[in-house]
């Protein structure tokens, strides 16, 4: 099946099959054998596994050189990150964080397609075909959906057109992806989650749409129906409704999934019940939850208790068969309708992704470097599928300027610095960092590890242990001030000495997201509630919608040339001047120079210009003229800009730089 060209490496993994059961009774005793496994319910929270703080060390030696052009935008990104597969006769499609990618199997070729190819954007979310043989794509943060008709892409800019186009072959569809649309057999509902985070239905006659009004829980990515009618929209939380009814029941997460958990896919199986992954940040552990229906209520599994469970889990899906699939670390499990589970080691490998086994028991996986091709009868592996890509990984959590004038990126994989003149490429810190914070004199680190700093480009100091999860530096002293996964306000200096500045759940009820330091010592704090207050004197204030806050979720903090503090929310911008006055600005109020309503990230740069990093691209605003500019960029989550005007985004799809001659201004 698979020729000797050089696209297909053969690996050599430690693979091992165990046929072995995770008990489905609740509060089953844990064992000591790796053969067996318990379960715990919703009433037994879960411990977090400790972490080893990171160790100081000298700066490494350049790994990789990009190279940099002329062009006015240039994206490094990496596509063996495989959120979704699809197996068909000669071909395998692969959904990644940065474009899809086809392998001809017969050739041994490939072909890789971005936005220059047609798509809409890079990070995709959900791959199906349906009966006509058309080949899907969704998006993570567009109303976007693509479809290959053989020869090219079509991009639809709103999903509902596209059922409307292709309904008939989408209702007859027997491969589907719950994060497109999803339907029954002996249905003509076509069920998909709505962008603006509602479920919705169409019956070849009318829409149907499901909100908060109805019992939906926000956010709601994947919609899956049951061969009864059962629907589970997932979001927030989970939401159910048999189809045809009107008003939904919710449910919120098994209650073991921690804080910096969040749920990663979802499955409903034979039985009506809707089996739910989860991973989480920081050591903590991952696992499975499932609604029973039946009793009304969750049973959570977890590695620590159940062996043979990857640590997170990643993929959840339920085939026609009834059989259940879990990808996560290391592992897949599955488990036929009345079997016990059974798992394939896959080392040193996440698994994102499974294509259930055809015929031939080939079984393809989508991992965090490539597609895996393995029989699930004997465990050997037949393939392994990868792009050479640049040392830049995928999903970019922050972008910060250091104060050499270097770009410093943070990855799931660790820190890198680029610099902006010759390309040099340095590996800075190997463990994840979630958060960076960049200073005249210093730029600083935070993850699980730890908060660490570096002054002029010198060696990096731990001087934390603490799990940092969102990082601002103080303007009146050298102290970066960051919140812990646990919400514990902290000042942290040079020496290492730590000061305690509050909790935000017992300030304000909820984590935070973001936060900034004002010149007279005010410490803001962007919450899922409101925009928090603290004053030098420790006194906490919530600022919501009532006070002139666009929308209660609050996502980022800029502090502008004039003191001024900058707003991002989940639905719009806004300004708080130092006289309590305050200004909104949309989509329509900027003509469309902010790009999105989601802004996600917010840097002041040079000249007091305004760079702000939207769900739909970034936008700049000049202080004086109040001039808008923007570039279309899908999945903007981070910005950071160098001396010589280019702007340098952290996307989910990987790392790209825009010159300031690419932006298009607004007339």
């Given at each position: ?23 489905a ?22 411990t ?81 075909v ?32 596209a ?29 998909l ?69 969040a ?63 879990v ?51 004997t ?18 959590l ?44 210093a ?44 919400g ?76 001024e ?64 500019a ?38």
């Amino acid at each position: 099946m698979f020729g000797r060209r050089a696209v297909i490496v053969y690996l050599s993994f430690a693979l091992a099959l165990a046929a072995c059961a995770l008990p489905a009774t609740p509060n089953a005793p844990a064992t000591a054998t790796p053969t067996t496994a318990a379960l715990r319910n919703n009433s037994q929270p879960m411990t977090p596994q400790p972490t080893s703080p990171a160790t100081p060390a000298p700066l490494p030696t350049p790994v990789m050189q990009l190279a940099l052009t002329g062009a006015p935008v240039q994206a490094w990104t990496d596509p063996n990150l495989v959120t979704g597969i699809l197996a068909l006769p000669g071909e395998v499609w692969a959904a990644t964080q940065s474009g899809v990618v086809r392998w001809d199997l017969d050739s041994d070729t490939m072909a890789r397609y971005g936005t220059a190819e047609g798509l809409a954007a890079l990070s995709t979310r959900g791959i199906a075909v349906d009966s006509d043989g058309r080949i899907w794509i969704g998006y993570a943060e567009l109303d976007a959906w693509s479809v290959w008709d053989g020869q090219s892409w079509q991009t639809y800019d709103q999903r509902e057109r596209a059922v409307e186009a292709h309904y008939d072959a989408m209702v007859a569809a027997r491969r589907t992806d719950p994060r497109l649309w999803t339907n029954r057999a002996d249905s003509t509902w076509v069920w998909l989650p709505e962008i603006a985070g509602r479920a919705e239905s169409y019956d070849g006659q009318r829409w149907r749409l499901y909100g908060e009004n109805r019992g939906v829980r926000s956010g709601t990515w994947l919609v899956d129906v049951s061969v009864d009618g059962q629907v589970w929209a997932v979001g927030s939380a989970v939401s159910t409704v048999f189809e045809g009814e009107v008003y939904w029941d919710d449910h919120s997460y098994y209650s073991g999934m921690g804080t910096g958990c969040a749920a990663t896919s979802a499955s409903v199986d034979a039985r009506g019940g809707l089996w739910v992954g989860y991973a989480c940040e920081s050591g903590q552990p991952g696992g499975l939850m499932y609604w029973d229906l039946t009793h009304g209520r969750w049973r959570g599994y977890e590695q620590a208790l159940n062996p043979l469970l990857p640590a997170q889990v990643y993929w959840t899906h339920t085939d026609q068969n009834g059989t259940v699939w879990v990808g996560g670390d290391d592992a897949v499990i599955w488990k036929d309708p009345e079997s016990p589970w059974r798992r394939l080691d896959i080392t040193g490998l996440q698994v994102r992704a499974v294509q259930e086994p055809a015929a031939d028991g080939l079984m393809w996986l989508g991992t965090d470097q490539g597609l895996v091709a393995v029989s699930q009868r004997t465990g050997a592996v037949q393939a392994h599928l990868r792009i050479p890509a640049p040392a830049i990984p995928p999903n970019v959590l922050d972008v910060a300027t250091a104060p050499d004038g270097s770009i410093w990126v943070a990855t799931e994989r660790g820190v890198l610095s680029v610099d902006v003149s010759t390309g040099k490429l340095e590996s800075i810190y190997p463990d994840p960092i979630v958060a960076l914070a960049g200073g005249p004199h210093a730029v600083w680190l935070a993850g699980p590890g730890g908060v660490s700093y570096a002054v002029d480009g010198g060696d990096l100091y731990q001087v934390s242990q603490a799990n940092v999860r969102t990082l601002t530096l103080s303007p009146e002293s050298e102290a970066a001030i960051g919140c812990t996964l646990g919400g514990e306000l902290l000042r942290i200096w040079p020496d290492g000495t730590e000061d305690t500045v509050g909790n935000v759940p017992a300030l304000f009820g909820a984590t935070a997201k973001a936060l900034a330091v004002g010149p007279d010592g005010v410490l803001w704090v962007a919450t899922g509630v409101g925009l928090g207050r603290i004053s030098p004197e420790g006194e906490a204030q919530l600022l919501t919608v009532d006070d002139g806050l666009p929308n209660n979720d609050v996502l980022a903090l800029a502090l502008g040339p004039e003191d001024e503090l900058w707003i991002g929310t989940r639905n719009g911008l806004a300004r708080l001047r130092t006289d309590g006055r305050w200004t909104r600005f949309t989509t329509q109020s900027t003509e469309g120079g902010l790009r999105s309503m989601t802004v996600r990230d917010l840097t002041v740069g040079p000249g007091g210009m305004l760079w702000i990093a939207t769900g739909g691209g970034i936008s700049s605003r000049e202080p004086e003229e109040a001039d808008w500019a923007y570039y279309d960029l899908a999945g903007a989550r981070a910005v950071a800009m160098d001396a010589q005007g280019n702007a340098w985004i952290g996307t989910n799809a990987g790392l790209v730089r825009v010159a300031g001659t690419a932006m298009t201004p607004v007339p």
